[in-house]
C-alpha cells in the first residue's frame, strides 16, 4: 500500500507506513552520514525514539568490524555531564541486559595488579560515583 506522506505539515510532520516493510531507510553511498540530527538550534532533545509495549525503541547494527553505537561528547575541558545516560523506570527492572559471547565472571583475574583502569559512574538518584573494574587479563 501507499505510504502516507505529511513532510510539509507546520508541526508534528510524518511519513506514514501500513506494511512490514521499512517506512523509510536513509542510505548515503559515499563517505557522508546517512542522518544527521541537529537539535543544536532549539531547547529540544535531537532525537526522541519511541517503542511500543513489543518492540524494542530501537534496534542499532554495525558492521562487522565497526561500532553498532558510539555516543561522544564535544566538550574539551570541564565536563560535568556524562555523554551518555541510561534510565531504567522502576526500581526491580534490569538495567543493563547483556547477550551473546560473555566470559563467565569465574575467569576473571581480579587481583590488583590485574586493573588496568577504573570507570567512573554516577548515580545520579544518591549522588554517589562508584567505579567498574577493567580487568588487563583472564585466567
Known amino acids: ?8 505539515g507546520e ?3 510524518d511519513l506514514i507506513g501500513d506494511d ?3 517506512t523509510l531507510t536513509l542510505k548515503n553511498s559515499s563517505t557522508g552520514d546517512a542522518l544527521k540530527v541537529d537539535g543544536s538550534a532549539g531547547t529540544g532533545v535531537g532525537l526522541n ?5 513489543t518492540q524494542p525503541a530501537a534496534t542499532i547494527d554495525g558492521a562487522a568490524d565497526k561500532q553498532g553505537l558510539i555516543v561522544g561528547n564535544a566538550a574539551t ?5 556524562a555523554p551518555l545516560r541510561v534510565t531504567a523506570s522502576a526500581a526491580s527492572q534490569a538495567f543493563i541486559s547483556f547477550a551473546g559471547a560473555f566470559i563467565s565472571t569465574a ?4 587481583a590488583a595488579s590485574q586493573t588496568a583502569f577504573v570507570i567512573p559512574v554516577y548515580h545520579q538518584t544518591d549522588g554517589k560515583v562508584g567505579y567498574i573494574n577493567v580487568s588487563k ?3
Open 107 to 110: 575467569s576473571i583475574n581480579v
Open 1 to 8: 500500500m501507499a505510504n502516507l506522506v505529511n513532510i510539509w
Open 137 to 139: 587479563g583472564v585466567a
Open 77 to 81: 575541558s570541564g565536563v560535568t555531564v
Open 20 to 22: 512490514s516493510s521499512p
Open 49 to 53: 525514539v519511541d517503542g511500543n509495549t
Open 11 to 13: 508541526s508534528n510532520a
